[in-house]
């Protein structure tokens, strides 16, 4: 059973950067693909960014790429989301999530979960 915290949310102003982590517990880091989802107020959840397990490659949203980088280290069990550029409609909760396959639409692949960590971009 994976266990996933995530950490790094907080208030930051429009233009700028936050980090977050999700750390896992309970079984073998690389043996899974992450993925960053969001949801807002009021509306539906959606893939942010994603990694594969094998050979980590990367998936994002159009509304994110290039701002927005994910990344892994499977020693010390985390992964993380840089984000970039901030602006107000990137403000959610973000959650991290491990399952067998790398997909930034099916969040059903995905059978672990985090709690979630707010990220609000305001002045």
């Known amino acids: 059973q994976l266990h996933l915290v995530e950490s790094g949310g907080g208030l930051v102003e429009p233009g700028g950067s936050l980090r977050l982590s999700c750390v896992a517990s309970g079984d073998r880091l690389d043996s899974y693909a992450i993925g960053w989802f969001r949801q807002a107020p009021g509306k539906e959840r959606e893939g942010v960014a994603c990694?594969?397990?094998?050979?980590?490659?990367?998936y994002y949203a159009d509304s994110v790429k290039g701002r927005f980088n994910i990344s892994r280290n499977n020693a010390a069990m985390t992964v993380f989301l840089q984000m970039h550029n901030l602006n107000s409609q990137d403000t959610a909760v973000y959650y991290c999530?491990?399952?067998?396959?790398?997909?930034?639409?099916?969040?059903?692949?995905?059978?672990?979960w985090g709690q979630g960590t707010q990220v609000t971009v305001s002045s």
């Open positions: 990694i594969s397990s094998m050979d980590d490659d990367t």
């Open positions: 999530a491990a399952g067998p396959l790398a997909n930034l639409v099916r969040s059903d692949f995905y059978p672990y």
